[in-house]
């Protein structure tokens, strides 16, 4: 195996140290540099990982010569900002989602990074999940028949944000998701919501996305609620399949469950038989996601691969997003994706 | 206590049994007659309660002078039809939800009742569960603090219809229990939903209800799912509270959970602080809800007192399903219904 | 078809009225007569059933010629004179768990119902569920592999008693499972238990049965505890299956989970591959056990047959709770069961 | 804050790397050397760990002198020699569950430590469970009543030994969380198993403990079944509550319910009423159990104190553990534990 990635991580707060701790423990990366404005952060980092560099400032690692890859685990507002200044540094960068606030800022990052030639990636982590891969395949496979609609909740309580909304800081999940079960992406969303505690962010949000064919996406997203659920059902002609990621005994399930039309009645209404048949529960090989990424990651900066989501990949997420803010602003009115 | 109230139940296919068991077991009604086309279902009921007159002819039952009420639980497209014949003829009439299928032929209902002064009543059955109004005394008693939204998932495989959609079918439910919690009409409603299996009626349907003071509803409303879900979650300001009406071990969650304004940072930016403390199960009186229904009923003929869901309050359910069809018909825009 | 067999039933307490509705609703069988000592639970059976025949007095049952079958549920201590006087009438008897108090008084009853050729069946109602038959066919099919050992645990809050203990009241269920699904008696028993209440009967009990070939049984009663308990694990060398009977989706659980040997390892020790793959619910025809139990019985009564849990089964079981009784008295010693 | 204590870690293996986490995550202790002999377990301590020492060889530990503590994770059957071994070369100890496979094993321990005047402290991990510890808190404070008895179940699939049998390798946690809560030893034990897989030591064994005042208690602990599952039921007379360590919300439900005696009928049997009333389920302050019992550790270190689970602790539990074993062997007679 060829030496290890030497990575620097900036954003060493929510989500950061999980990055850390995978670059860390994989064989294929080094940690070799943690950088946070916060010095109480900085701190577990120093503590954790004696080896590695600190430091408050991200310039520090964009101009490390021994620093090939930067992650970028920062706010969401200065994901465009920093992805730029490592890639003009020279550096392959996997930055979390979203990958910017805006499209035109997408395709910059993209075309600057294949300008440059470096590997430009995303965290929509949820493309890496087992449980989500298996869906992917039942999809494939036919396993579901024609796929109807699918339906995402997900929310929690915490993570409150004022200066993202749930739309852009938890919707990304979800939009990437669908994007990728259903192999295309939507033609219009609307998007409502509530901007309960700082009247301004929405706390809460609920999408609707038209995909060709007539296939429906639902996403109920919030830091706003009693429970933590996240769980998405896909509604096959064939079959149904349920995905929640905070089962105990199985994430995924299969309902062998459907509705056949019998024909018509003597009116000429439809006839419908509901078969509702067994449920299967498949063994998934439950690694973590984040560290098959982080593998990933790696291994597309070594052989000079196109990440599975990669800007372009970003790029889709973030054109729902804005059309889904847009719509947000006008009220929850439809507004099209259609190049 | 005085004679039981004769009554006459007109359907007897999927939801009329349970009527009828509650007619026959309670001791202030007596199930003297049964109407129903079908002869199977006829011939259940006959098996049942041998002492029950039954006919396919519902004008049996309305020019019998023996039969003081009638319970109307047939097709939603023939509920105005068929409650008009009944007051027409004397009856005091108790129709399933939704009490019509427009709000012209609602405020017609109301009218001849009143005119024949006899009580109208409709069957929205969760006004009258022990679990819905203990949620509406919390919010009532502050317990909740500020209502922020309230969503709703009601959703099965099953009772596919070919003439009416799952709006109609199954949102009448969602409705009628939002207007009773929060105690007042919403503004504006929009919905959204799929047509997958006769490309006419919606199978599932979303809809979204602003009410005043910017709170919020969804429901989530499908005939084509497949898990049993009857879930409610309401987030206030103090504590949250979960009604999920499959749950083993209490129906109803309060959870000592909320999110406070600690003040601005250094930034100007509001910063909060979540609360997550305990969560209370409390007991409930489990009486069967439309034992509770139909004794309501029968104690509002005997009184001559207006029922608790009255013509009125069968309108006002009528009234959204109308903008929410309007918005349907409309892909989404949202249908204002501030009169 | 013939017409339906008239039966009377004995004890309309607790468990009579699931009997009444079910003798009531099945064509094979006419609710002719209902006999209770106490007015009210007569009173009710009056008023849900007024064509049937009401008395204090069971022996206006035994006398009457038209009533062919009496069903008795009436207090455990009281089955096997009301049994045997039934007999004696030339009646045929299905009466609820135990079939009596002691073998020899099973014994006799047995006797009997051989020498006036009538049917004698017990109500061990769950060798008619379809969970349990299903599980059986499991076992049969080898499906499992080889049984290592089944644990059951009933327990709820209520039904408190003062003249028998849990043993007798709540295990007889699981005796009787584990010998329909083991076929074969245990060898024998020991039991524990607690007599929280009373000072005197047993509120929980803990049963160890050991059958042919290793395999064990265990069994835990009670009316004591917070939760409804009604699960049973099958652990088989192949496959592990669990019964909840209270659960949502599915009542059974099936495992594709097992341990097998690898070798020996340098040290002689044995190595073991533990291996976890699918999780399996099948669909079950959920017809009501107690409605399966009650046609069972009226076909029997018809035609003459033995049925599947007649008086040697019966007795079977009430072998096992004498020598259990046995045990729990001397403080838990192992009580053997082979004849 | 004095300099952390420099620990060093026997046994990589299943158990060691949570604790060599913690040991390096808390500022009281530095991970200082890692021994194991196999070299994979070593190589992975050596990734995580790059400061710490690494050797196949524990004396390399116990001789060296800059190392003050240590912390045995081996195989129990060397817990003893190990423990003995550090001891006499004048370390601080904290050994896994069981102390050791004998009491006059223990009993030396204990001895040798008090001699040389070091820490010796048990891994008894549930004593510093916050669950645990609220269920302590709630039987002392009279919260629950009287208690009547508690039952645990603690199995799984996996973890499949084949030098000690699931009642050392298992039931050590809960005989020790039945002694903390109740306070004092069993009077007596007895116990059943199967020892299905080798035939040698039991996979499965069901433990009956008897308390003073005649509180019962019971334990069924298996590494052959086909769920997860870690539950504790306590029942008292006045409330019940019941541990879940693998509950999503809420580890603890304490449920206000109880069965009062009425007094005695007319027949001078005893009535009960049943009170059934809210379930609560209180917040805990999840600390990780491990990171508190490691913290305890450095603390009775540095400040000379005797653990709460010292030998006399662990020795406690072995003599139950070895009460338990004599019933196994004899059948499942009763063995008394009163010195």
Known sequence: MSNPIRVGLVGCGYWGPNLARNLHQIPQTELAACCDPDPRALGKMRMLYPHAITTPEHRDLFTDPDIEAVV??????????????????????????????????????????????RVLMVGHIFEYHPAVRKIKSLIDEGELGQVYYIYST??????????????????????????????????????????????????????????????????????????????????????????DDVADEGKIKIYDKGVYRKGEDIYGEFQYRVHSGDIAIPRLDMAEPLRIEC???????????????????????????EAAQASLEQGGTTVSLTV
Chains 1, 2, 3, 4 share one sequence.
């Open 72 to 117: 970028i685990a920062t706010p969401a507002r200065t994901h465009y900002a920093l992805a730029r200044e490592a890639l003009e540094a020279g550096k392959h960068v996997l930055v979390e989602k979203p990958l910017a606030m805006g499209s035109r800022q997408a395709e910059a990052l993209i075309a600057l990074a294949d300008e440059r030639r």
């Open 154 to 243: 997900r929310v929690n309580l915490g993570r409150v944000q004022s200066d993202i909304n749930a739309l852009w800081s938890i919707a990304p999940h979800d939009i990437s998701i669908l994007i990728y079960l259903l192999g295309t992406m939507p033609q219009s969303v609307s998007a409502r919501g509530g901007t309960f505690l700082n009247g301004v962010v929405e706390d809460v949000v609920f999408l609707v996305l038209s995909f060709p064919g007539g296939m429906l996406g639902h996403v109920h997203a919030s830091w706003l609620d009693p429970s933590k659920v996240r769980r998405m059902t896909v509604v096959g002609s064939r079959r149904m399949a349920v995905y």
């Open 295 to 321: 593998v990933h990651f790696a291994e597309c900066v070594r052989q000079g691969r196109r990440p599975q989501t990669d800007g372009a990949n970003g790029l889709r997420v973030v054109r729902v997003l």
